[in-house]
């Protein structure tokens, strides 16, 4: 349901009125969404989501400024956090595989050395052959 804007800079600290609107109600409906699910309410109270939404952007404008920020910064923070923490899964999981990839390209190198050598001993066990059968 969060959306990702992307706000267009015009310098001077200042952003476009557009994308201050789409991100102001943005900020409503994240908040929106976050209320409802915060309170419980009865079968009766349950309405569709766009009632719900429609509710809680009242009730966020009503709050005092001050009070809106705070909520929103909570808000803001929350997903901070619920992102970060998913990025740390995903590189432990990421982690986990190389470390599993390395393991085996690991064994696979001594495979490899094993038959070089065993080579290497055939080669000269033939050589040996063929020096002996030259002197003969």
């Known amino acids: 349901m969060f959306l990702c804007l992307h706000m267009e800079f015009r310098g001077g600290g200042e952003y476009s009125s557009s994308s201050q609107d789409e991100i102001y109600e943005e900020i409503q409906r994240e908040c929106a969404e976050i209320e409802r699910r915060s309170f419980s309410r009865s079968p009766q109270e349950k309405g569709t989501e766009k009632q719900s939404?429609?509710?809680?952007?009242?009730?966020?404008?009503?709050?005092?400024?001050?009070?809106?920020?705070?909520?929103?910064?909570?808000?803001?923070?929350?997903?901070?956090?619920?992102?970060?923490?998913?990025?740390?899964?995903?590189?432990?999981?990421?982690?986990?595989?190389?470390?599993?990839?390395n393991l085996t390209l690991k064994s696979e190198i001594a495979a490899v050395q094993a038959e070089i050598n065993y080579l290497k001993g055939l080669a000269k066990e033939i050589e040996n052959v063929r020096r002996t059968k030259i002197i003969s």
Do not use: C, D, F, Q
């Not at 001050?66 to 992102?83: D, F, G, I, P, S």
């Not at 970060?84 to 990839?101: D, N, T, W, Y």
């Open 53 to 101: 939404l429609k509710n809680s952007s009242k009730i966020l404008e009503k709050l005092p400024r001050a009070e809106r920020k705070k909520e929103l910064n909570r808000v803001a923070a929350t997903r901070y956090r619920e992102k970060k923490r998913k990025e740390r899964e995903e590189a432990v999981g990421e982690m986990a595989k190389l470390e599993s990839r």
